[in-house]
């Protein structure tokens, strides 16, 4: 027997976090690492956030999990709160970004065939998007490494480039149903989507009847400095997918809908056993109430810009290394000239700095959305540190 018992679809490293300490992580060997990595922008409010813990000790002792054939006095508070705070009219609690995301598929679709409109089934997505892991969101994303051994796919997806809406445009046929994209992508490398572009796929949207679905689950809840990232946009989509930070930590994601996206959604379309349960819920409500408590979207928008402008004038220093600073409040990328998963493996073993490698050759920095100022300091020391203490090799270009 060679497989290990937990099955080997990671590439897992040497650090094997057993505690977390705000901003920090602490390993089982005693090591201990500056997280700008946050479980992959989940870890919103850091670790070992005392409000999100008592509130989930709280509710652990008075209700864990109930079903949702009954009454949901804690899913109707957590509801009612994201709708008063942003578009939706509704709210479907998931226990993943991937079934938020199946979630917003299902209603696209529902939309058309609620509406009489069987045809109208298919969604155009973008290339170097991530959706998910589940058989209908990597139907979702063109990337072909995470198709390969699951074939066949899910039908009705139609893949374009990314921040081109003549592309968009040109996809539009008698079969669609709607765009499903990244405001800003997260693990295709940070890439942004240009006020044109999304602004221009809303105008199709109203032109043709179609639905705008958003994935805002890496870039949602507060990532981006907005609480969600559209919203710097002043566009209004007819569907979100949430999820990541949503939970600080607790699994837990959500699919946001306007009412009329919802038309599909009636008694019986959809379902989930632990979606929305009490103590997702608690979780939920803990992390809002310290995004109100805490200013954390000005302390997004503070922190990040004191990290651009750092990172912007560091990069200068190390030309073969990096080429660009990109993204928006504490969803930021450095675009590298050398492949990031090694530079990730130095920062991580040799300096005590966790970050994330992404597509397109970035290195993603995401960090909990509460560092302070010490937390930005400490990781430009390391980063330098990283920097100067890098294999120099031909990078071949
Ligand atoms: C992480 C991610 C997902 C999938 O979320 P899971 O919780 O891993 O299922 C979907 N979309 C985007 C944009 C993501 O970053």
Redesign the pocket.
Known sequence: MSITPLMPVYPRCGFRPVRGEHCHLIGDDGRRALDFASG??VNALGHSHKGLIGAIQRQAETLMHCSNLYGSPQGERLAQRLVDLTFADTVFFTN????A?ECAIKATRAYHQHGGNADRFEIVTFNQA????TLA?ISASSQEKMHKGFLPLLPGFKYVEFNDLDAARAAIGPNTAGFLV?PIQ??GGIRVATQEFLGGLRALCDEHDLILAL?E???GYGRSGTFFAHEQYGVVPDVV?A??GIGGGFPL?ACLATEKAARGMVIGAHGSTYGGNPLAMAAGEAVLDAFAAEDILANVRDKSAKLVSRLEQFIGNYPELFEEVRGRGLLLGLKLKVEPRALVEHLRDSHGLLTVSGGDNTLRIVPPLVIDDSHIDEFMDKLSAGAASYPQEPTGK
Not at 96 to 99: D, Y
Not at 130 to 133: L, S
């Open positions: 992959i922008a993943s970004g991937a079934e995301v991530f959706h998910g892991r969101t990244e997260g693990e994935d689950v890496q870039c997918a999820a990541k994601g």
